[in-house]
């Protein structure tokens, strides 16, 4: 397959490294504007923690105008002109997967005719420093389509492509549930890991309960006003085992923060506030979070 990686952060990175890995993949990368002289060469750490250098391929308007698979692996907040940018260049037949952080920033994208998919993956890899990728943990993949739709062909070709490349993956037709959960976990794990500067593991500790109690309350019954079902008994568990599972790792939204960098919380307890606005919920613990995190943002 034509793939083009769009992002040179962790995640787009992890994905260009182990796509590239495959001779019958033509795979590059389009880096943001803001990098002037893009490397020739990245570094890749593996899981084994051997670092190697690999030649980088770097996206032309021609990859991107012959592409079949077009992996958009910024953060939220930049998905919007990251598709602007390479829009008026796409071909009919390429399908759009997304891998980010959060919900909400797909809601005006209707202009874009290409089939649009979700990945959420649940490895753990950090940037060590630019176009120096270390994956940290294996996780898991879901695939799953959010609108348009696909031959039976081309979902399967691009399903084993993917899988091939970084296992375990699975293409799931609720891929909506899947976002919902893994939103329910980054409003409680991230902003509260960015604000008392902890580990994700840290949350497990006691003196977290009532707060995380909270937020697993006002999620439900967010989610429940837009049809997702919750139990909160289930949520917490499985908020409880992705911080076992990461507990050493520095969330998303605390590396961001420690890093200056603009935060997702518009999108993640952000989009809660929203929605609960939208059904006239009451979510003091959701809007007290987005306020402190967007002031240490500030
Ligand atoms: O954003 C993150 O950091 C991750 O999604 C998660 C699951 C919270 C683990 O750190």
Redesign the pocket.
């Known amino acids: 397959m034509r793939i083009v990686i769009v992002g040179q952060g962790a995640i787009g990175l992890l994905w260009y490294h182990h796509l590239a890995r495959t001779a019958a993949n033509r795979v590059s990368l389009l880096c943001s504007k803001r990098i002037e002289n893009p490397p020739k060469k990245y570094s890749f750490t593996d899981i084994n923690n051997h670092s190697t250098e690999f030649s980088l391929k770097l996206a032309s308007d021609t990859a991107i105008a012959e592409a079949d698979l077009i992996i958009v692996c910024v953060k939220s907040y930049q998905v919007k002109d990251a598709i602007k940018s390479i829009q008026h260049n796409l071909p009919a037949k390429a399908i759009v997967i997304f891998c980010h ?1 959060g919900m909400g920033a797909l809601e005006n994208l209707a202009s874009l005719t290409q089939p649009a998919l979700v990945l959420l993956t ?1 490895h ?1 890899c950090k940037v060590e420093k630019p176009f120096h990728v270390v994956h940290t943990g294996i996780g898991h993949n879901n695939l799953g389509l959010l609108y348009g739709q696909l031959t039976t062909t081309i979902k399967e070709t691009m399903t084993t492509t993917l899988e091939q490349a970084l296992p375990s993956l699975l293409f799931v037709d609720n891929i909506q549930e899947k976002q919902w959960l ?1 939103l329910a ?2 409003c409680v ?2 902003p509260l ?1 960015a604000l008392y500067n902890i580990d ?1 593991g840290q949350l497990l500790e006691s003196k977290y309960n009532e707060i995380v109690t909270e937020l697993i309350n006002e999620i439900i019954t967010v989610a429940s006003a837009e049809g997702i079902k919750f139990e909160f008994d289930n949520l917490q568990q499985q908020l409880r085992l ?1 911080a076992k599972n ?1 507990a050493n ?7 961001d923060v420690l890093q200056n960098r603009k935060t ?1 919380i518009d999108y993640i307890n952000g989009y809660i506030v929203n929605l609960a606005e939208k059904h006239k919920i009451c979510v003091p613990a959701n809007e007290k979070l987005l306020l402190k995190v967007k002031a240490l943002n500030s």
Request: aromatic share 0%; net charge positive.
């Open positions: 952080n649940t753990g893994k976990i980054n794990i991230n890991t994700n992705v990461t790792n520095c969330s998303s939204m605390r590396a997702e």
